[in-house]
């Protein structure tokens, strides 16, 4: 059975917000956030890169980063004083992030806020990736704010508000609360699927069992002050993940 590259290219990152210091855009999944070395032979297209050569500003940087495979809301900076006023409401915690999720299982409550320190789990005891976070008691400080927004045939669509910026924070507290994201190849059931991708690209076969190409994590909304007023984004939930959701609907059926 053949390898189901994941590329990137299906859709571009598209604008949704031009402000005199920023640009908020939608980040497609598998589109890295700024570029990266890579010792592969392709080189996978990032967001800073491809939005600087259709702007032409070569000063645009990203004040915080999206996971390869999720999908949402990223901002860019235009210049130097801009990036130092993000770096400054980051570090304060005055950003407002809210996540939508697609998780494997149906958990008992509505709302849910999980306090539980993040670290590397080291290799070894059952661990064989290296960036795997998990929950650990000399971890750094992990808060996710979740809710429940609907339950659909052994599936939940949650929304994730992250009052921390760990690592993996939300995937890794999902997997603790036994909630794994569809698609997801670290945090999922399967402890070996990202090793497997390594090895044989992203097959048909690791789809099929994973749920999705790539995990169901999507930034769907950024909140935050600038010159005295409030900023507000949206960006809907993309189509290969409302495409899973309505056909659990036709599944349950």
């Known amino acids: 059975m053949g390898a189901e590259p994941l590329q990137a290219g299906r859709g571009r990152p598209r604008l949704l917000l031009e402000h005199p210091d920023f640009y908020a855009l939608h980040k497609p999944a598998l589109w890295l956030t700024h570029p990266v070395r890579s010792h592969g032979s392709s080189r996978v297209p990032d967001v800073v890169s491809f939005w600087q050569s259709e702007t032409g500003e070569s000063s645009l940087g990203p004040p915080h980063r999206l996971d390869r495979e999720t999908s949402g809301l ?19 915690r005055l950003v407002a992030k809210t996540y939508r999720a697609i998780v494997r299982g149906v958990p008992a409550w509505t709302d849910y ?7 590397e789990l080291g290799l070894g005891g059952g661990n064989r990736v290296i960036m795997r976070q998990g929950v650990v008691p000399d ?21 994730a508000r992250p009052r921390t910026g760990r690592l993996h924070q939300i995937r890794a507290h999902l997997y603790h609360l036994g909630l794994p994201l569809v698609g997801d190849k670290i945090y999922g059931p399967e402890r070996d699927a990202f090793l497997e991708f390594r090895e044989t690209g992203q097959t048909p076969e690791l789809t099929r069992r994973l749920g999705m190409a790539r995990q169901a994590l999507h930034a769907a909304s950024l909140h935050f002050p600038w010159d005295g007023a409030q900023v507000r984004l949206h960006d809907p939930l993309p189509a290969d993940m409302q495409a899973f959701w309505d056909g659990l609907e036709q599944a349950g059926r």
């Open 139 to 159: 971890g750094r400080p992990a808060v996710t704010a979740f809710r429940v927004l609907e339950r659909r045939a052994g599936h939940t669509l949650i929304e």
């Open 113 to 119: 806020e999980l306090d539980a320190p993040l670290g």
């Open 74 to 92: 990223l901002l860019l900076s235009r210049d130097s004083e801009s990036a130092r006023r993000f770096f400054v409401l980051f570090g304060q």
